[in-house]
């Protein structure tokens, strides 16, 4: 039943509205004419005239000439309307005014210095860009010449260093070779003196080569293999695993002073003596003349080159201060 009036209810709404809708398009949305602007004036063919039916002939009989006397002059009257329209003014308008054609070119004129702007920003910006790159690539080229300069220089150096290393390795040969030749040299002295062996071997010392390590006016017996021979009374060195080149130089003695200084020595490798101080152990003076001398003479000591020491040897040099 509920279901039943629903439907009817729709069903009766919608024919209600259209029925409204019918009667709004055939009657209610009409347009209202447009009446012309102005007074409206009643059709006539002249100013005088009575009466308030409208005659049926639209177009008035002539008037036969009589004469009579012209009509009174009535003054304020308003002169006859026509029913024919009157024609609409023609309002002339214009979309733009004179002004308009100035600006206009002023218009183009600056469009046209916005355009040769913007081009000539844009062939600036090629100009620097261009510029950019030759920086970048001689900056390149400058880079690649300073690799190849390093790279000689790095070339030259490594040549250099090893023809030094060769030099001092042939210098190391041949200090190597004298000392060979000056061992075999003691050997043969020391075999021509019968009784001063202790031993059958042929070689005695502790520097690792071949001989007998000493001095060849030296005691057999002395555990002492540096110096030269003379015991107390004369100088000798101690610097564990290098060899002096040449003699150990002489300290200066003009005066009638005695004694035995020791100097502690610092040896780098290429064999020169780096630091010279007296040491209080072993020596039995301290007079400051024959410390001075002593360690003159130690400064110029020489021993032998050796790159694979130690960066500095430490060792002593003991000088013997006698009387003639």
Same mark, same amino acid.
């Given at each position: *039943?509920?279901?039943?009036?629903?439907?009817?209810?729709?069903?009766?709404?919608?024919?209600?509205?259209?029925?409204?809708?019918?009667?709004? *398009?055939?009657?209610?949305? +009409?347009? *209202?004419?447009?009446?012309?602007?102005?007074?409206?004036?009643?059709?006539?063919?002249?100013? !005088?005239?009575?009466?308030?039916?409208?005659?049926?002939?639209?177009?008035?009989?002539?008037?036969?000439?009589?004469?009579?006397?012209?009509?009174?002059?009535?003054? #304020?009257?308003?002169?006859?309307? +026509?029913?024919?329209?009157?024609?609409?003014?023609?309002?002339?308008?214009?979309?733009?005014?004179? %002004?308009?054609?100035?600006?206009? $070119?002023?218009?183009?004129?600056?469009?046209?210095?916005?355009?040769?702007?913007?081009?000539?920003? &844009?062939?600036?910006?090629?100009?620097?860009?261009?510029?950019? &790159?030759?920086?970048?690539?001689?900056?390149?080229?400058?880079?690649?010449?300073?690799? =190849?300069?390093? %790279?000689?220089?790095?070339?030259?150096?490594?040549?250099?260093?090893?023809?030094?290393? @060769?030099?001092?390795? $042939?210098?190391?040969?041949?200090?190597?070779?004298?000392?060979?030749? %000056? $061992?075999?040299?003691? #050997?043969?002295?020391?075999?021509?003196?019968?009784?001063?062996?202790?031993?059958?071997?042929? /070689?005695?010392?502790? +520097?690792?080569? /071949?001989?007998? =390590?000493?001095?060849?006016?030296?005691?057999?017996?002395?555990?002492?293999?540096?110096?030269?021979?003379?015991?107390?009374?004369? /100088?000798?060195?101690?610097?564990?695993?290098?060899?002096?080149?040449?003699?150990?130089?002489?300290?200066?003695?003009?005066?009638?002073?005695?004694?035995?200084?020791?100097?502690?020595?610092?040896?780098?490798?290429?064999?020169?003596?780096?630091? @010279?101080?007296?040491? *209080?152990?072993?020596?039995?003076?301290?007079?400051?003349? !024959?410390?001075?001398?002593?360690?003159?003479?130690?400064?110029?000591?020489?021993?032998?080159?050796?790159?694979?020491? #130690?960066?500095? %040897?430490?060792?002593?040099?003991?000088?013997?201060?006698? !009387?003639?």
């Amino acid at each position: *039943m509920e279901d039943r009036d629903r439907r009817y209810g729709i069903i009766g709404s919608a024919i209600f509205h259209g029925v409204i809708l019918l009667l709004l *398009m055939f009657f209610g949305l +009409t347009t *209202m004419p447009q009446e012309e602007e102005g007074i409206l004036v009643n059709f006539g063919d002249t100013v !005088l005239g009575q009466g308030e039916v409208e005659p049926k002939e639209s177009v008035a009989k002539p008037v036969e000439q009589q004469n009579t006397p012209p009509p009174p002059k009535v003054e #304020n009257i308003p002169e006859p309307k +026509t029913s024919e329209p009157e024609p609409e003014e023609k309002v002339e308008t214009q979309d733009y005014d004179e %002004a308009p054609v100035v600006k206009t $070119a002023e218009q183009k004129k600056k469009e046209q210095e916005e355009k040769d702007r913007i081009e000539r920003e &844009r062939k600036q910006r090629e100009e620097q860009e261009r510029i950019e &790159r030759e920086k970048e690539i001689e900056r390149q080229k400058e880079l690649e010449r300073q690799r =190849q300069i390093e %790279a000689e220089k790095e070339a030259q150096r490594q040549k250099e260093l090893a023809e030094q290393r @060769a030099r001092e390795e $042939a210098a190391r040969k041949k200090q190597e070779e004298q000392d060979r030749q %000056a $061992a075999e040299a003691r #050997n043969r002295v020391t075999g021509a003196f019968s009784g001063k062996g202790t031993g059958d071997s042929s /070689s005695e010392g502790d +520097t690792g080569g /071949s001989g007998n =390590q000493g001095h060849i006016t030296g005691d057999p017996n002395s555990k002492n293999r540096s110096g030269d021979g003379k015991g107390d009374s004369g /100088s000798g060195f101690d610097l564990q695993g290098r060899s002096l080149v040449g003699s150990l130089p002489k300290p200066q003695h003009n005066s009638n002073k005695e004694g035995i200084v020791v100097i502690k020595i610092v040896v780098d490798r290429n064999g020169y003596v780096t630091s @010279a101080e007296f040491q *209080m152990k072993g020596s039995n003076t301290q007079d400051r003349e !024959l410390v001075a001398n002593a360690k003159a003479a130690a400064k110029r000591a020489k021993f032998n080159a050796d790159k694979t020491a #130690n960066a500095y %040897a430490q060792g002593t040099i003991t000088y013997h201060f006698v !009387l003639d």
